[in-house]
Nanobody, 126 residues
Framework: QIQLEESGGGLVQAGGSLSLSCGAP????????MGWFRQAPGKEREFVAA????????SYAASVKGRFTISRDNAKNTVYLQMNHLKPEDTAVYYC???????????????????WGQGTQVIVSS
């Protein structure tokens, strides 16, 4: 299993933007679809966005569609999440993970089978 490291979280005011990164130093995940997930205080982890292995296909949760953009750079072994027009309800710990397909990522947020890293904290103040 690939060890992923999330970064880029921080504190931002509502309406602002943040860009998150997820990488696997020394490893490649070019064969995998990649996804972003989040877990807000008092809530279970949920799916946010996913991108196919070659970047040709993407998927977004309804709550972030139109505001967030997922992208990847396989040469850098990095996946990004550009978050614009942030809302207080976007406050959460954000995680990334990998799967064979985008569809699998859409369904794996609450999986007890796949491992999850430590994530990166995003706090949006009102």
């Amino acid at each position: 299993q690939i060890q992923l490291e999330e970064s880029g979280g921080g504190l931002v005011q509502a309406g602002g933007s943040l860009s998150l990164s997820c990488g696997a130093p020394g490893r490649t995940f070019s064969n995998y679809a990649m996804g972003w997930f989040r877990q807000a205080p008092g809530k279970e982890r949920e799916f946010v966005a996913a991108i196919s292995w070659n970047g040709d296909g993407t998927s977004y949760a309804a709550s972030v569609k139109g505001r967030f953009t997922i992208s990847r750079d396989n040469a850098k072994n990095t996946v990004y999440l550009q978050m614009n027009h942030l809302k207080p309800e976007d406050t959460a710990v954000y995680y990334c993970n990998a799967a064979i397909t985008v569809q699998a990522l859409e369904l794996m947020a609450r999986s007890r089978v796949v491992p999850w890293g430590q994530g990166t904290q995003v706090i949006v103040s009102s």
